[in-house]
Nanobody, 118 residues
Framework: QVQLVESGGTLVQPGGSLRLSCAAS????????MGWYRQAPGKQRDMVAT???????NYADSVKGRFTISRDNAKNTVYLQMNSLKPEDTAVYYC????????????WGQGTQVTVSS
């Protein structure tokens, strides 16, 4: 059973930067594709960025050029570097494994709140 713990979210001003972390317990981390997702109030949970086991990446159009996903297999951790933050980036951010279909699978963590506001 893989458990995921997200951290790093906070209140930040527009134009600011944050780095989120997702620590995974259990074995086999390096074999999984991982993804970051976000859910704003009243909206569905959407993909933000994914990274494969060989570190190929994919981004939602809304974050391309601003966000960077990376992973450290030695630490069982995936990161999301977020730059040039906008108020519309405000959401709870989650990480999860990504299946061969491209969809997330497994249990969700508690998420981490990112609020972009002046």
């Amino acid at each position: 059973q893989v458990q995921l713990v997200e951290s790093g979210g906070t209140l930040v001003q527009p134009g600011g930067s944050l780095r989120l972390s997702c620590a995974a317990s259990g074995s086999g981390f390096r074999a999984y594709a991982m993804g970051w997702y976000r859910q704003a109030p009243g909206k569905q949970r959407d993909m933000v960025a994914t990274i494969t086991s060989i570190s190929s990446t994919n981004y939602a159009d809304s974050v391309k050029g601003r966000f960077t996903i990376s992973r450290d297999n030695a630490k069982n951790t995936v990161y999301l570097q977020m730059n040039s933050l906008k108020p519309e980036d405000t959401a709870v951010y989650y990480c999860n494994r990504v299946g061969s279909s491209g969809s997330p699978f497994g249990s969700w963590g508690q998420g981490t709140q990112v609020t972009v506001s002046s």
